[in-house]
C-alpha cells in the first residue's frame, strides 16, 4: 500500500529497546558504518574507520564545531514548598546580560518571582513564562551566568540515555570548539570521528572545514501533529565562516562533493542556499524543516546516526536518501543489529 509521506505515522518504524545505545564505541571509529546508495537502494555493513574508502580527492567534510553546555542544572526552591527540587535546562542567553531562556520543572508549580537556590550563596529566580513552555531565568546583576552554569551543571545527555558509563566529555566532539560551547546536544554524526582519521581523509585530499549551528529545544521535541506540515521547528541560530563558504563553492565548481556530517550541516547549508541562492558568509536564525520533496542545493553525501522514530531528523534523511531507501536501510539496520541514536552506530548515505 502507498503511504502517504505527510502522515508522521508514515516515518515510524519498530525498535527492540536494546539497539538502543546506552555507551559509544571505543575508540570513536570503531562504530558500525552502514553505507546507503541512493541510486539503487544497494547497502554495505562496513566500520566507521572505512569512511575513506568512499570519499575522494576533490570531495569536501563540512564538520559542526558546536560545543555542548552543561546546561542541566539542580536547585532547591527557597519559598513555599521550602526545599522542593527544581530542574532547571538551560537553553540560551535572554534579552538581558543576567538573564536566560529555560526549561524549568516543575514549571507549573513555580509562579514568577520563586526563588532558586543552587547552594548556600547562589540563587537565581524564575521570571516570565515564554512561549511553548520556557521560562526567563534572572541571575544576580554582579554574576556571570556561564561561570554558574559551569560549576552547578550536569551535561544533558538525551532521554533515552538512562545507564551510560560514558564520561561527559564522549558526548563532545573532538572538533568542538569551546567559545562555540552554545548548544544543549551534541551534533552526534560527527561522534565518529578521531583526529587520526581526519588527518588521514586530509592527506587523501578530502579536507575539512567547519559551520556552527547551535542545537537547541527542536532536538527532544517530538512531532506530534498529524500532518507533518503542520509542525513548528524551533528556531536556531546557524552561522557560516568565508572560508567555508569559499571552501563549498570551490568544491561545487570543481565537481568535487560536498559531505555533510550531520542534520546540523545539512539544514545550515541548505538555508542559507534557500535564502541567498547559494552558499554565503554570514548568520541567521533557522526553523528550516526538511521532508520528502525538499530541493537539495548544496549537500551531495550525508554522514548521520540512525534516528528517532517519526523524528525531524528520520524525515530530512528521508528526503536526501529516498523514503522507501531510507526505511528499507532501517529496517535492515534493525535486522542486522545496529546500535542506534546518539551514542549508535552510524550511516553514510551517497
Not at 47 to 55: A, G, K, P, Q
Not at 123 to 152: C, M, Q, S, W, Y
Not at 196 to 220: A, C, M
Not at 254 to 282: C, D, H
Request: aromatic fraction near 8%.
Amino acid at each position: 500500500m502507498e503511504r502517504d509521506l505527510t502522515k508522521t505515522a508514515a516515518y515510524d518504524y519498530e525498535l527492540p529497546k536494546e539497539l538502543i545505545a546506552q555507551d559509544p564505541a571505543e575508540p570513536r571509529d570503531s562504530s558500525r558504518l552502514m553505507v546507503v546508495h541512493r541510486d539503487c537502494g544497494a547497502t554495505e555493513d562496513r566500520i566507521f574507520r572505512d569512511v575513506t574508502e568512499y570519499l575522494d580527492d576533490g570531495d569536501l567534510l563540512v564538520l559542526n564545531d558546536t560545543r555542548v553546555l552543561p546546561a542541566r542544572v539542580k536547585g532547591v526552591k527557597k519559598s513555599g514548598e521550602h526545599g522542593a527540587h527544581v530542574e532547571i535546562f538551560f537553553l540560551n542567553p535572554g534579552g538581558a546580560p543576567n538573564e536566560w531562556t529555560a526549561l524549568v520543572r516543575p514549571g507549573r508549580k513555580l509562579p514568577e518571582g520563586t526563588k532558586v537556590a543552587l547552594d548556600a550563596e547562589t540563587e537565581v529566580v524564575v521570571g516570565a513564562r515564554l512561549e511553548d513552555g520556557l521560562r526567563t531565568l534572572i541571575f544576580d546583576e554582579k554574576a556571570d551566568p556561564l561561570a554558574i552554569i559551569h560549576k552547578f551543571g550536569k551535561t544533558p545527555l538525551p532521554h533515552y540515555i538512562t545507564e551510560t558509563h560514558a564520561e561527559p566529555e564522549r558526548y563532545q566532539t573532538v572538533y568542538a570548539k569551546a567559545e562555540k560551547e552554545n548548544s544543549v546536544a551534541a551534533p552526534t554524526a560527527g561522534l565518529h570521528f578521531t583526529p587520526e582519521l581526519l588527518n588521514k581523509l586530509e592527506d587523501k585530499g578530502v579536507p575539512h572545514v567547519f559551520v556552527t549551528l547551535r542545537v537547541g529545544l527542536g532536538t527532544f521535541r517530538p512531532v506530534k501533529a498529524e500532518n507533518i506540515a503542520d509542525h513548528i521547528m524551533h528556531e536556531e541560530f546557524c552561522e557560516i565562516p568565508r572560508e567555508t563558504a569559499d571552501a563549498i563553492n570551490a568544491a561545487k565548481a570543481r565537481g568535487g562533493r560536498v559531505v555533510a556530517v550531520g542534520t546540523t550541516v545539512v539544514r545550515t547549508l541548505e538555508s542559507f542556499a534557500m535564502r541567498y541562492g547559494k552558499v554565503v558568509p554570514g548568520a541567521l536564525d533557522t526553523r528550516l524543516f526538511i521532508s520528502p520533496g525538499f530541493e537539495f542545493r548544496v549537500i551531495d553525501a550525508l554522514i548521520t546516526n540512525f534516528h528517532l522514530p517519526m523524528s525531524t531528523l528520520l524525515m530530512l534523511v528521508s528526503a536526501f536518501g529516498g523514503y522507501d531507501t531510507m526505511m528499507n536501510a532501517y529496517n535492515e539496520a534493525v535486522r542486522k543489529r545496529y546500535r542506534f541514536f546518539s551514542f549508535g552506530d552510524s550511516m553514510l548515505i551517497e
